[in-house]
């Protein structure tokens, strides 16, 4: 199949590539700026805020799937400038899905758990979203849009995605923590919020697969553990042997960042693990394959 995948230059977009490649399929990646990625597979640069130059670059690519991982997502930058949110996260999203529509192409769209207030996760496909602050507000209008714009798409959320090597750019907060407790500096972890931390190569698989099989609907495309960054820390140090003393159980409010985020997050994994082959991936097995690939990239 010819399958789009947008954010190609990022964590998630890029580790798509890489699969639909190997899984033979013709690719063509959408990044902002030069290419940043290794691989055989095409790349157009484009602005996706630009809706004329996405128009014409989608009809170009002509592609029968189209995977939609570009998306602002630094949650405090987003949060300091509501316009450039606005833009990136729900302007792009209607641009890149008329696209997928004029072309004739199946949709998968990626969105977030902070779609969710936190209140009480947590959530199924089911669940009503509440989003709170500018990040998230604006990936719920960008769900919405992608839902009226190319109707039948699938809504793919997921949940702090980590991955090594981490990608140039946002620095994604797996490898932020080994960046930090390899050095042996401490690091302050949120005990208050509740996550489902999801291994890149993971996510890549199910939104490979809901767009080979061309499924509709929402999907929690995440891990398959839910738990707080505290204990994700640990479980952290105990895999990849460094001291767990260095993580510093902080409350989030202490840190007074701008944007609010989700405190009891998290996804439930039961549909995906019901309905396909690529299974979301329990804490244990995902920060053993984080630990493969981080050895492997230090030559050990
Ligand atoms: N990482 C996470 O923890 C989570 C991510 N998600 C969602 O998953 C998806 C993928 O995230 P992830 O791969 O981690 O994010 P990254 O930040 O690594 O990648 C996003 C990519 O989108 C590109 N991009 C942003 N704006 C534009 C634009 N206007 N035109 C073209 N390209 C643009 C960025 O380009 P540039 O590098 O030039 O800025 C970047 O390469 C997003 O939809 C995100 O909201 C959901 C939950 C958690
Ligand atoms: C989680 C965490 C972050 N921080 C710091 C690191 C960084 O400067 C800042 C924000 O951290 P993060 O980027 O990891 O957290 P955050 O921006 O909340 O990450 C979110 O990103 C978006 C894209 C999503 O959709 C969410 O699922 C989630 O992954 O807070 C801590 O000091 N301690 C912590 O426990």
């Not at 992608?146 to 798409?153: K, Q």
Request: with cysteine; net charge neutral; hydrophobic share 40%.
């Amino acid at each position: 199949m010819r399958v789009l995948v947008t954010g190609s230059n990022g964590l998630v977009g890029s580790r798509a590539c890489v699969l639909l490649e190997q899984r033979g399929h013709t690719v063509v990646g959408f990044g902002r700026g030069p290419r940043r990625t290794g691989g055989e597979y095409g790349y157009v640069s484009v602005d996706l805020t630009r809706e004329a130059e996405v128009a014409a670059a989608m009809e170009a690519a002509a592609p029968e799937v189209v995977i939609h991982c570009a998306s602002m997502t630094e949650v405090d930058a987003c949060e300091k400038d509501p316009e450039a949110a606005y833009a990136g996260n729900v302007n792009a999203t209607a641009a890149v899905a008329r696209g997928a529509r004029k072309a004739g192409a199946h949709l998968v769209h990626v969105s977030t758990d902070y779609v969710f207030d936190g209140d009480a996760g947590p959530y199924d496909e089911a669940s009503i979203p509440n989003p709170r602050g500018v990040y998230a507000v604006t990936k719920h209008m960008g769900e919405q849009a992608a839902r009226v714009l190319a109707p039948g798409c699938a809504i793919a959320r997921t949940a702090v995605v980590y991955g090594w090597p981490p990608v140039e750019g946002r620095l994604n907060f797996g490898a932020w923590l080994v960046m930090t407790l390899e050095k042996g500096q401490p690091a302050r972890l949120f005990e208050d919020q509740v996550v489902s931390p999801s291994l890149a190569d993971n996510v890549a698989a199910m939104l490979v697969e809901l767009g080979e099989r061309k499924l509709g609907g929402v999907w929690n495309t995440c891990g398959g553990t839910v738990v707080d960054r505290v204990a994700y820390g640990r479980a952290l140090c105990e895999v990849f042997g460094f001291d767990a003393k260095l993580i510093v159980p902080t409350r989030m409010a202490e840190l007074k960042l701008p944007s609010p985020r989700p405190l009891k997050g998290g996804l439930k994994t039961d549909k995906v693990r019901g309905e396909l082959a690529a299974k979301p991936l329990e804490l244990a097995e995902s920060l053993a394959r984080f630990h493969a690939t981080w050895k492997a990239a230090r030559g050990h």
